[in-house]
Structures are given as C-alpha cells and as structure tokens.
C-alpha cells in the first residue's frame, strides 16, 4: 500500500527538482546579460570614437524600429540554439550604435564623462535593487504585465509625437515615465524567471537588457537637462 499524501521528503525532492532549473535559468540569464553589455559598449564606442552618422527625425526613428523589432524576432526564432547567443549579441552591439547620437550629445558637456558614469551607476543601483526585491519578496508581480505594456506603448506613442512637437517638458515626462515602467519591469522579468514563466535564457536576457536600457538612456537624458554643464 502506498500512503495518500506524499512524504516531507518526496514534497522537498519535488520542489528542488522545481526550484534548480529556474535558478539555473537566472544565474545563466546573469551572465549571458553581463556579457551582452561588451558589444554594446564597443558598438557605443565604436560610434562615438568614428563619428557615425546617425538618421534622425521621423525615418530614423522608423528604421530604427524596424531594425530593432527584426533583430527580436530573429532572437525568438533562434533562442533554443546557440545562434540566439549570437544574434542577441549583435542586437546589442546595434543597440550600443544607437547611443552615437545621446552619449556625443552628452559628451558635449564638460562634464558629460562624469554624467555618463552617473547613469550607469544609477542603473545598475535600480537593477540590483529591483532584481533583489523580485528574489526576495512573496509578493506576486505577474498581473503588473499587461499594465506595464499599456504603459510603454503610451510612452513609444508620446516618443514619435515629441518627434514633431520637440517639447523639453514632454520629453522629461517620458523620459521619468520610461524609468519607472522599465524599473517596475526588471520585477516583473525576473520574478517570470523564479516562477516558471520564462524557460529559456535567452529570452530572458533580451527581456532584462532592454530593461536596463531604456532605464540608462531615460536617466542619462534627464542628467544632461538637470545637471549638464556647457562651461
């Protein structure tokens, strides 16, 4: 006779045979995320140092975009082999490219090098912080998703009209908008990855790093407005 309800022991097998592939896929999402920050600050460099032009306006915006959502979808089609290693590593050096036009407006000030390491650090604050709430807390993030989604499709809508508006004030209340929806974001990817909801590495780095980007850009725009210094 086998008795009815399961042991303690077999209940705790049961859930670190649940529990170890999830940290797997957090500890490799980690690295791989670590990683994919060296061609995104080559690509930044490379287009800094070499002056590349960048479009602007309406069509670089779209280009952009395309460009962009090309790379994501190929990164989803590829994310089960290590050609998505690959192409994520390529969509970041392409997302390093696109900073040219923010880190040289940036550096424009004398105290633009300054400026830039204070987004990053502030970054990288945001993350650890949001990242450890997500591991520690029993709260459950998971319902904030579509929200948050409303929430950046208002942003991308407020971008392209700000596009023809040229409004600072607008583009500071994105820009503060982006930083809190994409903060809010980094609990909700990582809690994804601790509960069961995102498998694959992959897919989870492409999810935290765009997180981390639009966190820096967002951050070092309203640095350059709050704190840039011409002198």
Known sequence: MFPNNPSPSTIDLNKRSRVAPRNNVLRNTYWLLALSMIPTVF??????????????????????????????????????????????????????????????????YSNGGTLIMTAFGGTACVFAVMASIATTTKRDFSGMGSWLMAGVIVILLAAVANIFLQMSALSIVISMAAIGIFSAFILYDVQRIINGGETNYISATLAIYLDVYNIFTSLLHLLGIAGGDRD
């Open 43 to 108: 690509g930044a460099y490379l287009g800094v140092s070499l002056a590349l032009p960048m479009l602007s306006g309406g069509w670089g915006f779209l280009i952009f975009m395309v460009v962009a959502f090309g790379f994501m979808f190929a990164i989803e089609k590829t994310k089960h082999s290590a050609v998505g290693v690959a192409v994520l590593l390529g969509f970041t050096f392409f997302m390093g490219l696109m900073l040219t036009p923010l880190l040289r407006h940036t550096l424009g």
